[in-house]
């Protein structure tokens, strides 16, 4: 409703909206599982307009309070993402490629801070690209994975 009243012409892709568990459920599509107060809800969802297609993913806590372990993932997160934004310039020599080993870095150091991981862990790297099933992101054009 929303994507229409903004001028899009449709939705990108079907919306995945997903709590608790099920949001890290990649393109999770179920939609019939109980939430909880405390649950984070994830919302995927995109729009087109004149053959172009967005797509934007967002999570909050379903009650509008974070409990201690969510903010701070949430807060890792976030801090990761606004450091790649401002190493986002139209400089010529900034890849996606780039942006995305910068992110794995810096989201590695969050999960060892966060004990999620541990400094030394061989399949560290694994396990922290588990994380990025799209890398970082991905290319948007006439289709969500152009």
């Known amino acids: 409703f929303e994507i229409r009243l903004s001028g899009a012409e449709r939705l990108a892709y079907p919306c995945v909206v997903a709590g608790g568990v099920n949001a890290v459920t990649l393109h999770y599509m179920h939609n019939n599982a109980v939430l909880r107060p405390h649950d984070m809800l994830l919302m995927d969802a995109g729009a087109s307009l004149h053959g172009y297609s967005s797509d934007l993913t967002r999570t909050w806590p379903l009650d509008g309070r974070f409990r201690d372990e969510q903010r701070r993932l949430y807060e ?3 801090d990761v993402n606004e ?3 401002d190493l986002c310039v139209a400089d010529g020599t900034t890849t996606l490629h780039s942006l995305h080993r910068q992110s794995l ?4 150091e969050h999960l060892i801070d966060l004990g999620i991981v541990r400094v030394g862990d061989r399949h560290g ?3 922290c690209q588990r994380y990025f099933p799209h890398a970082i992101g991905h290319w948007l054009r006439l289709d969500v994975h152009d």
């Open 105 to 108: 870095i810096w989201t590695w």
């Open 76 to 78: 890792a997160v976030l």
């Open 83 to 85: 450091r790649i934004i």
């Open 125 to 127: 790297g694994q396990r």
